[in-house]
């Protein structure tokens, strides 16, 4: 029950870095930390939570960046929901886990391009952009299931 707000707070903390910290190394428009977060960690058993996340997330965001509210919120949803699906329930492998990434961060993208437009970024920034997220969605899953794998054969915790 603790760790619900946790992982929100944790999100909103990504979601900071990404509107203050990013822009100052630029980065902020190859990386969005707060979706490759939500979609690496979206399942069908976390996804009111993860959706909640992306919320506070998004408009905490918009806020920060002066934008219209409600924009970035609709891009993390979209991106959790397809991830989420793709992904299913339980401890998915990580191929699976890589297509949801992939297809989350594709949703997230024809969101974003319909919701503001697509002006102001060639299709090679895209691309980068695309490929930089999926680099690091891709470590986050694979240290993930590490850890888990970790914690499932660990005989100290059998008793």
Sequence with gaps: MTRRPVYVIGVVLVALVQVRLLPELGLERLLNLP??????????????LVLV?????GLMID???LRPLGLTGLML??????????????????????AALLAGLVASAVAAAFLSGTGGTSMGERAAGLLANLLV???????GRRRRTGYQFDQTLRG
């Design 63 to 65: 806020l920060a960046l």
């Design 35 to 48: 979706l490759v977060l939500l979609i690496v960690t979206a399942s069908l058993e976390r996804r009111m």
């Design 53 to 57: 996340a992306a919320t506070v997330a």
């Design 77 to 98: 949803i979209a991106g959790v929901l397809v991830s989420s699906q793709i992904r299913g329930a339980g401890d998915a492998q990580l191929l699976r886990r890589a």
């Design 137 to 143: 969605g891709g470590a986050l899953a694979w240290l």
